[in-house]
């Protein structure tokens, strides 16, 4: 929490990625634990995502974002920013839990974050994502993100294999909507799952945008 008396943190620009499976009787939903030494969201499932990157402005992609998706970034964001944070959710999907949303590529040299992406004969696969949700955590709290969650099939993955020696997720696993409703969630995660079940009966609802107070919360759309 923030000390008392002291200004509220700015948010830090963050993205995450809710990878969905439709190829069971059930759709099916990727799933992270995080380790219980950290110090935010400790054991907490989550979807794999985290903050945005300097390199993430720099980073190469097989396609770019869908022109619906790109339009939705630049009318809330500034230039450029909503493509980094697109490749920042694909980035961290990788650190997180070792899975490649990308196309098949050439193995190239990278610097910073995505040298092990690039290492791996891939390159980014803009296309495949939709905005599902964006949030920004209550003022209180002394860590502060305004996190847009993306969503993608899984078969856009280059395998339902998780790489070697990647992960920094304390475990994976698929679970079906109504299952992962019953993990210990974070707040904003068990509404992003709420949001996305309404959202397969509807796929044209309007993009939810919360806002947290320090004692409410407004919701408003993109």
């Known amino acids: 929490m923030r000390a008392p008396g002291t200004r509220a943190v700015r948010p830090r620009n963050a993205a995450t990625l809710f990878i969905i499976r439709r190829d069971g009787p059930k759709a099916r939903v990727l799933m992270g634990k ?6 935010f969201m400790a054991n907490l499932w989550v979807f794999p995502g985290g903050r945005i990157d300097p390199s993430d402005y720099r980073a190469p992609y097989a396609t770019d974002l869908k022109p619906d998706v790109a339009a939705k970034f630049e009318r809330h964001l500034p230039p450029s920013r909503g493509r980094a944070l697109a490749l920042t959710a694909i980035r961290e999907t990788f650190e997180e839990a070792g899975l490649l949303l990308a196309q098949s590529a050439e193995p190239r040299s ?3 974050p ?7 004969g891939a390159l980014p696969d803009l296309e495949a994502l939709s905005i599902i949700y964006r949030a920004v955590t209550p003022p209180q709290l002394a860590k502060r993100f305004d996190t847009w969650f993306l969503m993608a099939d899984a078969e856009r993955l280059v ?3 998780r790489q070697a020696d990647c992960g920094e997720l304390e475990e994976i696993a698929w679970f079906e909507l109504e299952e992962a409703l019953e993990l210990p969630l974070p707040m904003v995660t068990r ?8 959202r397969i009966e509807d796929p044209h609802r309007p993009i939810p945008f919360m806002r947290f107070g320090v004692t409410s919360q407004k919701a408003l759309h993109l």
């Open 114 to 120: 995505w040298r092990e992406f690039l290492a791996q």
């Open 159 to 161: 395998s339902l294999e």
């Open 191 to 198: 509404q992003v799952i709420h949001e996305t079940m309404a």
């Open 34 to 39: 995080r380790h219980g030494g950290h110090d």
């Open 110 to 112: 990278g610097v910073g």
